[in-house]
């Protein structure tokens, strides 16, 4: 694939933003990637990973603890949010609920949604996907009646009964 940018170069840089639940990709060499500011990762571990990517999206999504307030800590590791913001690793499975808070919003950013997803493995079979494909639905289903949107809503309770009596869409 070509760079989006100049058109000669290989792209290797593939950034992909979800804002407002619009999708912008780009994909650039190194180069022009460079010029729009993103780093490629050296050896010295500095650049774009998903470390330095969650650091920079906490940073943004949390601002600093006003003063008095007490910081947030995991208690069976002592990771303390602060640090998860420099660093971009959480210290533990434990911390995702002791920084659930700030976590939420920075989640829903980067994944568009408060639940990630993931793909399906393929020997999960057809009852897992039907099962995510409902759950979706009815996700649709209470933004549509939110937004008063009642025959998008009724187009997807239908299309929610039919997956569960097991007919395809």
Not at 40 to 53: A, H, K, Q, R, Y
Not at 108 to 125: N, V
Not at 134 to 139: H, S, W
Not at 142 to 154: C, G, H, I, K, T
């Amino acid at each position: 694939m070509k760079c989006e940018e100049c058109g000669e170069r290989e792209a290797s840089v593939h950034y992909t933003e979800i804002k407002d639940d619009q999708v912008r990709e780009m994909h650039l060499c190194e180069q022009c990637a460079a010029k729009k500011g993103f780093t490629v990762s050296g050896s010295e571990g500095s650049g774009i990973g998903t470390p330095n990517l969650l650091a920079g999206m906490a940073e943004e999504a949390q601002g600093e603890a006003a003063e008095g307030e007490s910081p947030l800590r995991c208690e069976r590791c002592g990771l303390t949010y602060a640090r998860f913001k420099s660093s971009g690793r959480l210290g533990c499975a434990e911390c995702y609920e002791a920084f659930r808070a700030p976590l939420v919003p920075l989640l829903r950013r980067i994944h568009g949604s408060r639940r990630h997803t993931g793909k399906i493995p393929r020997q999960a079979g057809e009852e897992h996907r039907r099962a995510r494909e409902i759950r979706n639905l009815k996700d649709r289903l209470d933004a549509a009646v939110l937004r008063e949107e009642y025959e998008e809503a009724a187009r997807l309770r239908d299309e929610i009964h039919r997956l569960e009596e097991g007919e395809e869409a």
